[in-house]
C-alpha cells in the first residue's frame, strides 16, 4: 500500500478507530494516544495489508488499547467507571453510559458492530471468539441496552416484526440491521415501542459521528511526523 493509498485509508477509516478505542479505554487523552500507535505501527506494517483490511487495523487497536491498561487484564475486566470528558460527543457519551454496566467485551462487541459495522465473522477475529458467541452476546447487549433505555419495555411486540425480532437475537445481517436503521430514521415503523426507535437513532448518529476535531488535527499532523520520518530516514540511508 503506497502512501496515497494509506492516508484515503486511515482517514476514511479514522473515526470507527476513534470510537472503537474510546469505547475499550472511555478516556479522550489515552483514545488519542492508542489511535496514534495504531496508526504508526499500521505505517510500519503497511505492506502486510490491503486497503480494505479493517480486521487488521482493529485487531492492532485492541492490542495496544489492552496494553495500555493497568497489567493489561486488570482495568478491562472491572467495572468502567465514567471517565468521560466535557467535551465528548454527546451521543458518544450516551453509548457510554448505557455500556458502563456491560462486560468488557460485551461493550466491545457491541461497538464493533453497532458503531463501526463489522461483519459477525469479523468481529469473531478481532475479539477472539467464536460467531455463535459473537450473537449471544449481541443478543444479551442489545436487550440489556433496550431495558436501560425503558425499563418497562416488553419483547412481546418483536415477533410483530421478524427483522427486529432477529436483531434481538444477535442473529440479524448487516444489510437487515441497515434496513431497520432506514425505518426507524424516517420514522416508518409507527408500531415499535419508544425504546426500540431510540436505540436505533442513536446509533444512526454515532454512525455519522465524527471524532472531536482536535482529535482530527492531532492525529494529521501526527500521521505527516511519522511519515516525514520515515522519509528523512530512507534519504539518509541512500547518501550514506
Same mark, same amino acid.
Given at each position: 500500500?503506497?502512501?496515497?493509498?494509506?492516508?484515503?485509508?486511515?482517514?476514511?477509516?479514522?473515526?470507527?478507530?476513534?470510537?472503537?478505542?474510546?469505547?475499550?479505554?472511555?478516556?479522550?487523552?489515552?483514545?488519542?494516544?492508542?489511535? $496514534? $500507535?495504531?496508526?504508526?505501527?499500521?505505517?510500519?506494517?503497511?505492506?502486510?495489508? $490491503?486497503?480494505?483490511?479493517? &480486521?487488521?487495523?482493529?485487531? &492492532?487497536?485492541?492490542?495496544?488499547?489492552?496494553?495500555?491498561?493497568?497489567?493489561? +487484564?486488570?482495568?478491562?475486566?472491572?467495572?468502567?467507571?465514567?471517565? /468521560?470528558?466535557?467535551?465528548?460527543?454527546?451521543?458518544?457519551?450516551?453509548?457510554? /453510559?448505557?455500556?458502563?454496566?456491560?462486560?468488557?467485551?460485551?461493550?466491545?462487541?457491541?461497538?464493533?458492530?453497532?458503531? !463501526?459495522?463489522?461483519?459477525?465473522?469479523? &468481529?469473531?477475529?478481532?475479539?477472539?471468539? %467464536?460467531?455463535?458467541?459473537?450473537?449471544?452476546? #449481541?443478543?444479551? !447487549?442489545?436487550?440489556?441496552?433496550?431495558?436501560?433505555?425503558?425499563?418497562?419495555?416488553?419483547?412481546?411486540? #418483536?415477533?410483530?416484526?421478524?427483522?427486529?425480532?432477529?436483531?434481538?437475537?444477535?442473529?440479524?445481517? /448487516?444489510?437487515? +440491521? @441497515?434496513?431497520?436503521?432506514?425505518?426507524?430514521?424516517?420514522?416508518?415503523?409507527?408500531?415499535?415501542? %419508544?425504546?426500540?426507535? @431510540?436505540?436505533?437513532?442513536?446509533?444512526?448518529?454515532? %454512525?455519522?459521528?465524527?471524532?472531536?476535531?482536535?482529535?482530527?488535527?492531532?492525529?494529521?499532523?501526527?500521521?505527516? @511526523?511519522?511519515?516525514?520520518?520515515?522519509? =528523512?530516514?530512507?534519504?539518509? =540511508?541512500?547518501?550514506?
Amino acid at each position: 500500500m503506497d502512501k496515497s493509498h494509506f492516508n484515503t485509508f486511515i482517514f476514511s477509516n479514522s473515526d470507527k478507530i476513534y470510537y472503537y478505542v474510546y469505547c475499550l479505554l472511555r478516556n479522550q487523552e489515552e483514545t488519542l494516544e492508542v489511535v $496514534s $500507535s495504531t496508526i504508526e505501527e499500521c505505517w510500519k506494517e503497511r505492506k502486510k495489508f $490491503s486497503h480494505t483490511d479493517m &480486521i487488521y487495523v482493529f485487531k &492492532i487497536a485492541r492490542k495496544l488499547a489492552r496494553l495500555k491498561t493497568d497489567g493489561c +487484564e486488570k482495568r478491562m475486566s472491572l467495572v468502567y467507571t465514567n471517565n /468521560l470528558l466535557a467535551d465528548t460527543d454527546p451521543v458518544l457519551n450516551r453509548f457510554c /453510559l448505557l455500556t458502563q454496566d456491560l462486560s468488557p467485551v460485551q461493550a466491545e462487541v457491541m461497538c464493533l458492530r453497532s458503531m !463501526v459495522r463489522l461483519r459477525m465473522d469479523d &468481529i469473531s477475529i478481532v475479539v477472539d471468539l %467464536g460467531i455463535n458467541n459473537v450473537q449471544s452476546i #449481541l443478543s444479551v !447487549v442489545r436487550k440489556a441496552i433496550r431495558a436501560r433505555i425503558n425499563s418497562n419495555g416488553t419483547f412481546a411486540d #418483536l415477533k410483530n416484526n421478524e427483522v427486529l425480532f432477529k436483531y434481538y437475537s444477535g442473529k440479524s445481517t /448487516l444489510k437487515e +440491521e @441497515e434496513q431497520l436503521r432506514l425505518y426507524f430514521s424516517r420514522m416508518d415503523l409507527s408500531d415499535v415501542t %419508544g425504546a426500540d426507535r @431510540e436505540l436505533f437513532q442513536l446509533f444512526l448518529k454515532m %454512525g455519522n459521528s465524527a471524532m472531536p476535531s482536535n482529535c482530527s488535527d492531532q492525529l494529521f499532523l501526527k500521521i505527516k @511526523e511519522i511519515q516525514n520520518r520515515n522519509w =528523512r530516514s530512507s534519504f539518509s =540511508r541512500i547518501f550514506k
